[in-house]
């Protein structure tokens, strides 16, 4: 009874696997254009032509903004679904919500003040 069960998984993990990789390898090169010319494997950016050097060096500071963006961001995925649920978490849920809070305010002060969130 239970190597049924396991053929029937196996049999949807290989399918899974084995139509998109079809699709992609066999069906794709038929379906897609090949007519390349020597504008259309020009690099592109924004419409205009490429000036300078791809590899330009950004200040480090834009970076961490972006980390910064990415963890309020990710703050603001576990904030809503918590506050959903809120009455059925009880104090063990805010308590942990707190810390989670309290952790990201550190990270949030310790960015004030190597000034990561100033525009130069």
Do not use: C
Request: charged content about 20%.
């Amino acid at each position: 009874m239970y190597s049924q069960d396991f053929i029937f998984i196996l049999l949807f993990v290989v399918l899974g696997l084995a139509l998109p990789m079809a699709t992609l390898a066999m069906i794709g090169p038929l379906l897609r254009p090949k007519h390349p010319t020597k504008e259309k494997l020009k690099t592109y950016e924004s419409g205009l032509d490429p000036v300078g050097d791809a590899r330009v060096r950004y200040n480090v500071r834009y970076y961490l903004f972006a980390l910064m963006f990415l963890a309020f961001d990710v703050e603001t995925v576990f904030l809503y679904p918590w506050a959903v649920e809120y009455h059925n978490l009880g104090l063990y849920g805010f308590t942990e919500m707190l810390i989670f809070l309290v952790l990201l305010a550190i990270g949030l002060v310790y960015a004030w003040r190597k000034k990561v969130l100033e525009w130069k």
